[in-house]
Structure formats: structure tokens, C-alpha cells
């Protein structure tokens, strides 16, 4: 079970909205620690999407946005298009242990 | 441009240590501008964190596997290294390393394409 909870999987049509939530508790998010977001294509290692809560690296399209507000956060995927199926991971810091925690991955599917 | 490249054994035995290597170019090690980090994923489930390494020889290890875990960095090669005693099956997995900012709870920005380490006789 992770640290951070994040739902199994979402679906959207091309061209519509997803979002994607990450929920922590008062020992990570909660504490202001930073949330990221990782894209991982299949059979490919996970790349860095959103960085500290809502910017971009550079390459990355503006479709994809991050957003935080107390114990969780979300990456919002607008005009979905069929080379965002994929899976998506968050991280942050947990105080608790002490260390870098990932959500537990969340499955996009592109209907 | 940075890149990480992992490399070692693709096999080891239960009870046997796992032994990795990252290769990094593009970036200095020695430049003590970040710390650097293995993270896994084990067929078909999420990433965890392993643990860093930082060119002074500070480490943080994952709570979870600190007791049998071991970064270490040459800053003479520009490379950093995994150990992991008494492995089992349930440490089979794909094993990423990349670079970790300053600081805690920072991105993992490059990664390594990784590579599989099975646990098996």
C-alpha cells in the first residue's frame, strides 16, 4: 500500500479533460513537501511532467498542468490525445520516513 | 545533455548481493551539485525509492530496505553504485537510477532506462 493514494486508472475520449488526484496526509503533502508527476510510456523508464507542483520542464506541452492544495494534489491532461495512454506516478517527501514516497500509479486509457 | 545508464548482472541468486552500477555523462558527480538515486519497479506494480548518494558520502536509504542497502559514488569515474544484500524473489524488479536535487522530497530528473534484476536459482 503507498504512501500516497492515487486512483487504479481514468479514461477519456481525444480531446477531453482528465485529472488525476494524489492524496497524502499530514507527514507529506500536507507538510508542504513538493509533489511531482512522472509519465511512464510502456516498456519505458518514468520522465519527469510536472516539478514542484505546477511547472513544467521544458518540452513538456502545456496540456499537462499540476495543482496542490492541502494533503493532496492533481495533474489535469486537457485535449487528450492517443500518446497520453499511459502510466502516472506522483512523489513527494514523507517526514515520517524519511524519504522520497511515489503514489501508486494510475493507469490513463485513451478510449 | 545528462544521461544515466544502469548496468550488471541480469541474474543473482536468493541470499546472494546484487550489485548495479550507474554510468553518468553530461554531468559532473564531483560537482556536488546533486545527489544521486536508485529506484525500482517490479513487474507490473509502482516505483520505490531505494535510497541517494551524495559525493561527500552522505546517503539516506528507504526505512523499508536500509538494513541490507548500500550507495556508494566515485567521483573519479563518474559513477555510483547499488548494493543489496540477501536478496529474495521479492527484489526482482526493474532498477532505475537518477539524479535527485538538493534538498528532500526533490525530482528525480534524468533517469536511466534501467535494467531487470531477477531473483532466482
Known amino acids: 500500500q503507498s504512501v500516497l493514494t492515487q486512483p487504479p486508472s481514468v479514461s477519456g475520449a481525444p480531446g477531453q479533460r482528465v485529472t488525476i488526484s494524489c492524496t497524502g496526509s499530514?507527514?507529506?503533502?500536507?507538510?508542504?513537501?513538493?509533489v511531482h508527476w512522472y509519465q511512464q510510456l510502456p516498456g519505458t523508464a518514468p520522465k519527469l511532467l510536472i516539478y514542484?507542483?505546477?511547472n513544467r520542464p521544458s518540452g513538456v506541452p502545456d496540456r499537462f498542468s499540476g495543482s496542490k492544495s492541502g494533503t493532496s494534489a492533481s495533474l489535469a491532461i486537457t485535449g487528450l490525445q492517443a500518446e497520453d495512454e499511459a502510466d502516472y506516478y506522483c512523489q513527494s517527501y514523507d517526514s515520517r520516513l524519511s524519504g522520497s514516497v511515489f503514489g501508486g500509479g494510475t493507469k490513463l486509457t485513451v478510449l | 545533455q545528462v544521461q544515466l545508464r544502469e548496468s550488471g548482472p541480469g541474474l543473482v541468486k536468493p541470499s546472494q548481493t546484487l550489485f548495479l552500477t550507474c554510468t553518468v555523462s553530461g554531468d559532473s558527480i564531483s560537482s556536488g551539485d546533486h545527489y544521486w538515486s536508485w529506484i525500482r519497479q517490479p513487474a507490473g506494480k509502482g516505483l520505490e525509492w531505494i535510497g541517494r548518494?551524495?559525493?561527500?558520502?552522505?546517503?539516506n536509504y528507504n526505512p523499508s530496505l536500509t538494513s541490507r542497502v548500500t550507495i556508494s559514488v566515485d567521483t573519479s569515474k563518474n559513477q555510483f553504485f547499488l548494493k543489496l544484500t540477501s536478496v529474495t524473489a521479492a527484489d526482482t524488479a526493474v532498477y532505475y537510477c537518477?539524479?535527485?536535487?538538493?534538498?528532500?522530497?526533490?525530482?528525480?530528473?534524468?533517469w536511466g532506462q534501467g535494467t531487470l534484476v531477477t531473483v532466482s536459482s
Open positions: 514542484d507542483n505546477t
Open positions: 499530514s507527514s507529506n503533502i500536507g507538510t508542504g513537501y513538493d
Open positions: 537518477a539524479r535527485d536535487e538538493i534538498g528532500y522530497g526533490k525530482c528525480f530528473d534524468p
Open positions: 548518494g551524495y559525493t561527500s558520502g552522505t546517503t
